[in-house]
């Protein structure tokens, strides 16, 4: 049995909430506050983690990086999207499938504003739930994309 790793199991939990806003949210729908957030993410991981045959075992200290990595994805959005456009041919919310979507915008947010995990770990991971959530060729977009953008950085 593999051990718990916090960051890895909030990073999927910010990507399965970070895809479920991409979902419910087609319009440019503007990011919550910092109580709705809260509201928000623990509607979330009763409804959507707690409950489902699919449940993530997540504990206090995964869902703070949780947390953090949703509460800065929403607040540079701006500037992941901006990152993003380099590389893509992105035009918001109907140009890429919303798994890679989310990745790609979580994966951005962790390079550009979590400085401490090193950049080929955020990408592996990333990858990793590519390969569990998005289409056939979902690892290799993920991977060529946030490797330039890790590349920004250097």
């Known amino acids: 049995m593999s051990s718990y790793n916090a960051k890895q199991v909030g990073r999927e939990f910010a990507f399965r909430f970070l895809y479920q806003w991409e979902v419910a949210n087609t319009h440019t729908a503007p990011p919550p506050e910092k109580e709705a957030l809260d509201t928000a993410i623990e509607f979330f991981r009763h409804i959507f983690i ?9 504990d206090q200290r995964g869902l ?12 540079k959005n701006l500037e992941i999207e901006e990152c993003l456009s380099k590389f893509l041919k992105f035009k918001g919310n109907n140009s ?3 798994v890679d ?4 915008k979580l994966g951005t947010c962790e390079l550009l504003f979590f400085c401490d995990t090193p950049y080929k770990v955020v990408i592996n991971e990333a990858i ?10 979902s690892p290799s977009l993920i991977n060529g994309v946030l490797d330039k953008v890790a590349h920004l950085k250097s």
């Open 128 to 137: 990793n739930l590519a390969k569990l959530y998005g289409p056939q060729d």
């Open 101 to 104: 979507l989310a990745l790609l």
């Open 64 to 75: 703070i990086f949780a947390r953090q990595l949703i509460a800065q994805a929403f607040a």
């Open 50 to 58: 707690d409950e489902n045959e699919k449940a993530l075992n997540i």
């Open 96 to 98: 890429t499938n919303k």
